[in-house]
């Protein structure tokens, strides 16, 4: 079965701070993408990254990077020096390549507060 | 590129009511999916069209909800005989091809069931 879990519910924050919001998934799979969208207040989903699972290297996007481990079967996201438009809730999803359907696959989401 | 497009962007509605909502996807997109986003959740797989054809169904979807996507452009939903269960946030997202690029979402409709 596949299952994406968000542990961290909410984080809280200060401005500068760095913050990582942890992911795990589950996928009997071997090709599959992972994924991270932002939901601003506005509630519309905003594509972050998308991952390939034969594809372990870390990523960096400016103040975003993405740690990707296999091993663990995890694929955490860090924000260096968080900004207040950084507020948001950040969703996790799986998608199994070998379906054929590009179906994402979501955690529940951590909510992530930061505050000036 | 104008986005996926969702009307309305709120309904509010009576219990037992109907209400349908429509999707507009980015032209050109072949796929559109329907997801379910509940308070405090993450979206929630509905079902999704290639082109016209409605390829998969979520076990989400009663047999009170129904979708179409008649020329594979835009898309409605359908909810007969409204519940309070049914009261979420509906998005829509469209993409091009398969896993070549990742799901477009709108900003969904928020539906409260009175």
């Known amino acids: 079965a596949q299952k994406v879990t968000q542990a961290q519910t909410e984080i809280s924050v200060v401005e500068k701070e760095d913050v990582t919001l942890d992911c795990v998934y589950e996928t009997r799979d071997t090709t599959y993408y992972l994924f991270w969208y932002k939901q601003p207040p506005s509630g519309e989903l905003v594509f972050l990254i998308r991952r390939n699972s034969f594809d372990e290297q870390n990523e960096i996007s400016g103040r975003y990077s993405w740690n990707f481990q296999k091993s663990t079967s995890s694929f955490n996201f860090t924000i260096t020096a968080s900004q207040v438009v950084d507020s948001a809730v950040y969703f996790c999803?799986?998608?199994?390549?070998?379906?054929?359907?590009?179906?994402?696959?979501f955690g529940t989401g951590t909510r992530l507060q930061v505050f000036p | 590129d104008t986005g996926v497009s969702q009307n309305p962007r709120h309904k509010i509605t009576k219990r037992g009511q109907n209400v349908t909502f429509r999707c507009d996807p980015i032209s050109e997109h072949n796929r559109l999916y329907w997801y379910r986003q509940t308070l405090g959740q993450g979206p929630e797989f509905l079902t999704y069209?290639?082109?016209?054809?409605?390829?998969?169904k979520s076990r989400l979807l009663s047999d009170r909800f129904s979708a179409e996507r008649p020329k594979g452009s835009f898309s409605t939903l359908e909810i007969q005989r409204t519940e309070q269960g049914d009261s979420a946030m509906y998005l829509c997202?469209?993409?091009?091809?398969?896993?070549?690029?990742?799901?477009?979402f709108g900003n969904g409709t928020r539906l409260t069931v009175t």
């Open positions: 069209f290639q082109n016209e054809a409605q390829l998969e």
């Open positions: 999803a799986l998608s199994e390549a070998g379906r054929n359907t590009d179906k994402l696959i």
């Open positions: 997202a469209s993409i091009l091809g398969q896993g070549d690029s990742p799901l477009h």
